[in-house]
């Protein structure tokens, strides 16, 4: 049964519990309201909570544990001689899987039976065959134990599925018989009910969190693994970035220090760019401009925040990167030769610096808008100019928001892929030349992981100790900044 009809069917039987629990508490109190403990609304919800509840955090439950059991059962049957030299046992259950929809595609579209299917004695030539003519993505030979393994994950998967519909759907009606058997006279659904709401509330914000240290778990471990396999001095300090897939990394360089400066440095174009136009915007817009102005220039500037950045990468292309050279090229308008191609630093950096201000301006706006009336008034009375109180007096109070809005434009920089790759070019350099090519963290993090890699490689695990250095970067800026924060900021009684 599909999952969606399965959650259907959920909240079918707790909307007929949630009608069911009201009419039988009005029904115990003889149609009297007032003689209950808690509304028969409440009662109802008491039903619907109790039935609904359960029901889907057990199915969320058995939706994240069936395919770790199924896995771990398919992968032991999977002998060392199917694991294909330049595979890994990943990528062989991924065939795996790709076979067993196979199997499910075929039956569905009547080239082969059930019973086909599940016959052992087929031909493995000749099930690849069938496959393929129902449109199956297989490789170009599935083996005899791979295809075993198919139909032992096709086995497991629907008898699973088959389980979990009837546990589901049993915990739904188990759920609701119990609150409808508690909606009488002196029950006190209210206080269950919002007790049942805060924990709701409580776990919804406990998702960020959890998913938070999933994110950080995941790229630590894989991250360890990777220094297994490569030195660690080597990634820190090497100069050089030059990937090889021919021989288990053995003549890679992956010195990730040429691409941190990248990103470094793009960001850093990119905010000197972003920052004083994003906030004089956003200081023009909430002290001088008027109702009629801002109702239209605030609108405008953020339909920036809604361009892709693909978009905002083709025109780093296309338009960005031809100026500069006509600008800064041999035979442009200065004289100079100092771009030599439209990839470079200073073409990412300016269009990516176009594409922040929207963050920095529209959250600065709205920080210095929130900043008190009565301490500007009180400026005016000591005879302090619009300026001057715009400098003295709303800016370091509006300081802590503005630096937040810094911080997440420039995480917003530093976390860029398509700009980067367009406008920037794929060289892994150290340079103080913005009008050269080069490249950031997050681009060779995609080059690394396109295509089916194996993830046994240090070329592929790299990635994930890209992604921990980001991190560790973008946390260290959240450090700076609450201490700027902190000790610069004005305080106000």
Do not use: C
Not at 287 to 293: L, R, T
Not at 347 to 369: C, E, H, K, N, Q
Not at 442 to 464: C, H, M, R, W, Y
């Amino acid at each position: 049964m599909p999952t969606i009809w399965l959650i259907l069917i959920v909240l079918a039987v707790a909307a007929a519990g949630y009608a069911a629990g009201r009419g039988r508490a009005l029904r115990g109190v003889g149609g009297e309201g007032r003689s209950l403990h808690s509304t028969p609304a409440y009662h109802g919800a008491n039903v619907a909570m109790k039935s609904a509840g359960p029901a889907l955090l057990l199915l969320a439950v058995w939706l994240a544990a069936q395919p770790v059991y199924v896995n771990g059962i398919v992968s032991a049957m999977i002998p060392d001689s199917a694991v294909r030299d330049g595979t890994s046992l990943e990528l062989t259950l991924a065939e795996v899987r790709r076979t067993a929809r196979g199997l499910d595609l075929a039956v569905e579209k009547g080239l082969m039976d059930e019973e086909f299917a599940r016959d052992a004695g087929v031909d493995p030539a000749d099930m690849t065959a069938r496959l393929r003519d129902s449109g199956a993505v297989v490789t170009s030979a599935v083996t005899a134990p791979v295809l075993e393994a198919a139909r032992k994950f096709r086995a497991l998967d629907a008898a699973g599925g088959r389980f979990m519909a009837a546990a589901v759907v049993a915990a739904a009606v188990l759920g609701a018989l119990w609150g409808i058997g508690q909606a009488r006279k002196g029950f006190r659904a209210r206080n269950v009910v919002e007790r049942g709401i805060e924990a709701a509330l409580i776990a919804a914000a406990s998702i960020a969190i959890l998913t938070t240290l999933g994110i950080v778990l995941s790229l630590l471990f894989n991250t360890v693994e990777f220094f297994g396999l490569y030195p660690a001095h080597e990634f820190f300090f090497g100069t050089s970035w030059a990937p090889s897939f021919s021989g288990r990394g053995g003549s890679s360089e992956l010195g990730v220090p040429p691409l941190l400066w990248g990103t470094l440095y793009i960001s850093l174009v990119a905010l000197l760019v972003a920052v004083p136009i994003g906030l004089f915007s956003a200081i023009y817009l909430s002290e001088y401009a008027g109702s009629g102005v801002r109702s239209v220039a605030k609108p405008m500037l953020e339909v920036l925040a809604g361009i892709p950045t693909i978009v905002y990468g083709l025109f780093a292309l296309l338009t960005v990167g031809p100026l500069l050279v006509d600008v800064f090229g041999e035979g442009g308008l200065l004289g100079v030769s100092w771009q030599g191609g439209g990839r470079s630093v200073m073409t990412a950096g300016l269009v990516m610096g176009v594409m922040l201000i929207p963050f920095v301006s529209s959250l600065s706006d709205d920080i210095i808008r929130a900043v008190p009336r009565a301490m500007r008034d009180g400026s005016y009375g000591l005879g302090a100019t619009r300026s001057e109180t715009i400098k003295r007096v709303v800016l370091p109070a509006a300081l802590p928001g503005i630096v937040g809005a810094v911080l997440l434009a420039a995480s917003r920089a530093i976390g860029e892929t398509m700009i980067v790759v367009l406008g920037a070019g794929a060289a892994a350099r150290l340079s103080l030349n913005p009008f050269e090519a080069m490249t950031t963290v997050t681009a060779k993090i995609v080059s690394q992981l396109t295509g089916d890699s194996d993830f046994a490689s240090p070329e592929a695990l790299v990635a994930f100790a890209l992604g921990m250095t980001l991190f560790v970067i973008t946390l260290a800026l959240n450090v700076f900044a609450l201490y700027i924060v902190r000790n610069y900021r004005e305080q106000y009684e």
